[in-house]
Structures are given as structure tokens and as C-alpha cells.
């Protein structure tokens, strides 16, 4: 059995330098998620407060509007469905790279959910501490960057890291647009070895130990973000 | 109280209203407060007092009439608000101290961000108010660490480190357990002594009756009755306000 | 510090019981399977011996389940919710010759093999090129079409022979032979699209510089999206075959017997012709 199984990992990850796949792949899928990640803080960032804003005072009418739009239609769709847009139909005519195109793709979607979780956690916020910031003296954007932000960025930290991870596992679609990530890596080891089990336990495994490592990382930063208020 | 003063009120209330939807809350108010007063309104729940003292740095929107503070109509929607708000203190019922900041930071972010003092200047204020209410060894805690009303009295210092020139304290000893009102209370009385101006909303009878210079009565969305302490619990006039007070002394 | 060497420990037991796990399984799977298939063998040599041949298709008269990957036109696709093409109507015949019902069902290109190794499917007939890395995993019968990867580029590309292919974007269907041999071009960047079509497709758009694809559904690509050409030269000649389990030699036998039956009578001729046109 042992010798089986020597002989597989041979077949699958030696030969032809086949570990390759997995690596290469691995480097694309973690480029992709990294900005993609950026992408998605900044943009739901910017919906969340967009939206907040335009709850609490009724204005940014027109721009609410438009965000309303983009999170109906960004979390109505499959994002492996969008991110074939994005390459079939938006860059059908100019091509700026598959990595760069799923980062954006990526980056939208995840956008809309980030926006969705920043509004929540602005709206988890007590009326009376923007009332507290406004008496102040401080204007509306000031008492949502010193006063409300923080409060809510502490209080989504756990939703949020949540939304990367998925948004990590997520990418696992972007070998429909012929990018090679780490799925499509150990897909293509598949397609040469005509065995399963050994690309795809280790593709499996190295998502499970990104998703350990990084779940950690926020344990740490949710641990030191909770030390302030006890 | 100088002649001087009294001659030029600091808040003019003019013809205030207020609507929520199609329920008027305030109707018709007028009142000019001086510079030194000590003004606290009393009143059943629902009369409207908290609505007056969040209409008087606009916390809400007025439906109608004017308010001049210091000159400055400032519901006119020119005004900026902000500028005349940091003049304003503001105490709330629920204390509302900023709970991801230390209580220093809580007092020195105001006077830093807004008014340009800096972060050394504006500590050492902080330090000695914080001193004279007794609190000088919390600087570092957080709001959390506290009790209600220690967290009240951290509020008011953090209104009086804007170095306001009224003081608005909206039930400030409602939401503390009964052993706490005294602190909060006590604090309250210095500041009245300081000559500070406050408008106070409030339950307590015995602060009003010994620290007011002006009592005034509520109800319906009108003021009905306002007169110096003494003769306003002594002799009410008002039906209402006697069978409001016969209610709560 | 130790919450991290923690996580780090159960990842490795995880892969250990995961690891653990599977291959006994496995084992178990194909003991199974084979067991199976002895069975059904001695069911069946009875079921000859006993009875004519008429009699032999009631016996064995059980589903014969085949995989495709049915994007590869002319040979396998969808058409009014049917999988139709040369492959499909030839495993059809194949089947009623061995008094079968077919059962057809589409999946990934590169799980075509995975599923005939492990039982799910009795055989993959999908265009398939015989190659000897394919060969160690499952048994091909005699071939029954002659094929190529051919080259498709845009009208006016610089690329004209498959020499020129060097240092160039090029786009395959994973797993397919045209991916397998792409590799072997020098500097070359390979897409794999899952589909031919999207590589088809990209290559419409510009994204890439040449598409390495068989030649009858290259025929149909080109013929469905305009400024599009395929390369005179070849990228490969190659041949197809049904691919069954390895070892499975009974049905094996049974497979080749009919596809010479369907060769000697003009049968399989008939149906290629129905599906491509005479140049």
C-alpha cells in the first residue's frame, strides 16, 4: 500500500516536474485573492458609506441608487458566471491578463459583500455615539472616520475575515477563464495521470491550511482589537 | 447675573416647532435664556423637554421658528452648525463615552481634531478636569471599566474640555443607579457655582428647587409655567403643574 | 506561537487521516469492482453457454453506462437534450450489437479517465487519442476514427506552420491531447480553457494566438466563427479509441468484436459520413 502510494506521489508531483502545477497555481491564486481582498475592502468600503449615508440623512440619492444596483445584481449572480463576463464580454476586445481580470472580477463581487457587512456594522453602532461626535462639534464624515468606523470595522472583523476565506475558496472558479490557479493545477496533473485522489488531496489540503493560517491571524487581531474595550 | 447680561440672552428661542410626521411635539415656543442661568425644565414623559434641548444644537431638525445662539440664527440652514455646536456642550442620558478610546483620548479628541489645540495642551486640560471631578486616576481606562456614574461624570468633562459656553445636560441622572445620582448631581452643583450656563432636563426636584435659577414646566408641547424655585414649587399656579407635582414630590 | 504549531499539527493529522482513509478505500473500491466484473464474467459465460444469442442479450441485457465530454463537436454534443455525434452513434451500435441499453453521460474532459478507473462509467468514448501515458490508466479498443490536432489562428497571423507556434499564447481544452502536446512547445504560454469553444473563443478576442484542437470540431469552430482559418499542416495525426477499465478484458473483447463488425459492414463508415461531409 505504502509502495502504492510512494508510486502516486511520484506519478503525480515528481515527474516532469508536475509539483509545478500545484505551485504555479498556488502563486495565482493567492495574487488573485490578495487584491482581490483590496479591491473588495475598498470598494465596500466606499458602498457601505455610501449607503450609511445615505440611510441616515437622504442624500447621495443617485449614488445609492447605483449601489443598489451593483449589489442586486453582484450577489444575484453566480460569480463564476461574472467572471466570465468580465472576460468574455467586458475585456472581449482588449485583454489585460487573466490574473488581472480575476482580480477585478473577484474583487467586485467580494465588494458587494463587504458592503453588505460594513453596513451592518455601521448600522450596529448606538445612535447615540454619532449624536455623541455630532454635539461635538465634529461633521458627519468626521464622526463616521473617528467614531463610528472604528467601532464597526471592530465589531465585523470576525464576518469579514469570513467573507475572505470564501472568497479564497472562491477563486477556485478562475480556471474557467484558462487562468491556471490551484485547483486548475491540480486539475492538470489529473488530466496527465488519470489518477484523482493525489492532486486533489493536495490541492484540498494546502486551501485547508491557508484557511487554518489565516483564520489564526484573525484570532490574533480580533483578540487584540477586543484587549481595548476590557 | 450682571444687568449687563441680562440684556442680551445668549439662547433666543423664538417661535419654536417641531413635528414628527404629523405629531407636533413643540408648539409655538418661546424663551430667552441669559448667560449664567441655570434653567431646568421639568414635565411629565412625552411632553416634549427632551425634543426642546435636542432642538437647541439642532440634534433635531426644528419644523419651524428660530433659535439665536449667541447672534446666530442657527436654524437657518446656512449656518454651520458644527462651529456653534462646539460651544454647546451636550450631556446625554445614556453618557455615550466613545468605548474603543481611552477616557483621556475620549476628552482630548474634540479640543485636538476640532480646535486645533495640541495633543500635550489638550491633555493637561483634560488632567485637571479630570481632577476635580475626582477621576484623575482613570485617564487610561476605558469607558467599559467604569461605572455609570463615573462614565457621566467623564461626560461632562468631556463636554467642558470644548470649553462651551452653555451646558446642555438631557436627563443626565436617569439611566445611573440610585447611589450614583449624588456623584453626577454634585459635579452638576460646582458647575452651577462656576457661573457655568446649563439647561437641564431633568427629574430630580431637589436639584432643581436648590441649584435653578429658572424652573420651567412642560407639558403638551408647551412651556406653562416658569418661575425662580422657590415660588415655583411653593406656589404652582398651573393645574397641570400641580397635579404634576403633586405626583412626583 | 503554540495556537500556530496547533493548526499547523492538525493540518498534518488531517492530511494523515485523510491520506489513511482514502487509500484503503480505494483499495476496497477497485477489489470490489473487479470482484464485480468476475461475476458478471461467469454470470455471462453461462448465460453464452446456455443460451443463443438472442437469448445472451436479455441475460447481459443491463445498462451500459458511457462518459463523454459532449463539447466536441462533430464527434460528441449536445443537441434537443440529447448527446448526439460520431462517438455517441457509434457506442449506440456498439451496445445494441452487445444487447445493451446506453446510457450516456457528460462530464470534464480530464474526469473522462477518473471515472472509467474507478466504476463509474464502463467506458469513455469521447474522441479520444491513444496515448501511452492513457495506456497505463485504461485499456483502449481497436481504434475506430483517424484524427489530428490541427491549429487554428486568426485570418493573417504570422503564425503558419506549426514551427511558428514558438514563444506564442496558445490555447488548448484541458486535458485534451492538443494540451498534452502544446507542452512540448518551446516557450510557449498554454491556456487551458475548460471548453473548446472558450479557447475558440479567446482567440476571437485576441487573448491568445492560436487554438491546438482536433480537427473535426476545429472544422466547425472555424466554419461558425468568421476570421478564423485552420493551418494546412497538422499539429499531430493521431487515432481514436473507446477506452475501457483496465483489465476489464471481457468487455474489452466484446467492444472490439462489434466495432469489426460495424468496420466490415460499412456501418461505422455510414455514421462518420452522417456527421462530416466529404471535403
Known sequence: ?230 | MSINNMEKPLIQVQNLGKKFGEMEVLKDISVDIYKGDVVCVIGPSGSGKSTFLRCLNRLEEPSGGHILFEGTDIVDKKTNIDKHRQKMGMVFQQFNLFPHMTILKNLTLGPVKLQGKSEKEAREQALKLLQKVGLADRADSYPNQLSGGQKQRIAIVRALCMNPDVMLFDEPTSALDPEMVGEVLTVMRELADEKMTMVVVTHEMGFAREVATRVMFMDGGYFLEENEPGEFFANPKNDRLKLFLSKVL | MKKNKIAIAVALCMAAVLTACGTPAKTETTKAAEAETTKAGTETTKAEAEAEAEAESSAAGGKLVMVTNAEFPPYEYHENNDIVGIDADIAKAIADKMGMELEIQDMAFDSLIPAVQSGKADFTAAGMTVNEDRKKNVDFTDTYAQAAQVIIVKEGSEIKTPADLDGKKIGVQTGTTGDIYAGDIKDAEINRYNKGMEAVMALTQGKIDAVVIDREPAKVFVKENAGLKILDEAFTEEEYAIAVKKGNTELLDKMNAAIKELKDSGELQKIVDKYITAE
Open chain 1, 1 to 230: 500500500m505504502w509502495e502504492k502510494l510512494r508510486d502516486d506521489f511520484y506519478q503525480n508531483f515528481i515527474v516532469d516536474d508536475r509539483w509545478k502545477y500545484i505551485t504555479d497555481g498556488l502563486q495565482n491564486t493567492l495574487k488573485i485573492t490578495f487584491f482581490a481582498v483590496l479591491i473588495g475592502i475598498l470598494l465596500g468600503f466606499l458602498v457601505a458609506v455610501i449607503r450609511s449615508t445615505y440611510e441616515n440623512t437622504h442624500k447621495l440619492k443617485v449614488l445609492n441608487w447605483i449601489c443598489g444596483v451593483y449589489l442586486t445584481v453582484i450577489r444575484g449572480t453566480p460569480v463564476v458566471v461574472q467572471l466570465m463576463i468580465m472576460y468574455f464580454v467586458i475585456f472581449s476586445f482588449h485583454d489585460p491578463g487573466q490574473v488581472f481580470t480575476a482580480v477585478v472580477a473577484f474583487g467586485i463581487n467580494s465588494g458587494a459583500y463587504v458592503a453588505e457587512i460594513f453596513r451592518s456594522g455601521i448600522s450596529s453602532i448606538e445612535k447615540g455615539q454619532f449624536e455623541a461626535g455630532r454635539s461635538l462639534g465634529f461633521n458627519y464624515a468626521q464622526t463616521m472616520w473617528f467614531i463610528i468606523m472604528p467601532q464597526a470595522f471592530k465589531n465585523v472583523v470576525p464576518t469579514l475575515a469570513n467573507e475572505f476565506i470564501v472568497l479564497l475558496k472562491e477563486t477556485s472558479v478562475a480556471g474557467y477563464i484558462g487562468l491556471q490557479d490551484l485547483t486548475k493545477g491540480g486539475d492538470i496533473i489529473k488530466s496527465r495521470t488519470y489518477s484523482a485522489f493525489m492532486p486533489l488531496l493536495a490541492v484540498a489540503v494546502i486551501y485547508l491550511v491557508m484557511v487554518m493560517l489565516f483564520s489564526q491571524l484573525v484570532k490574533v487581531l480580533e483578540r487584540r482589537l477586543q484587549r481595548s474595550e476590557h
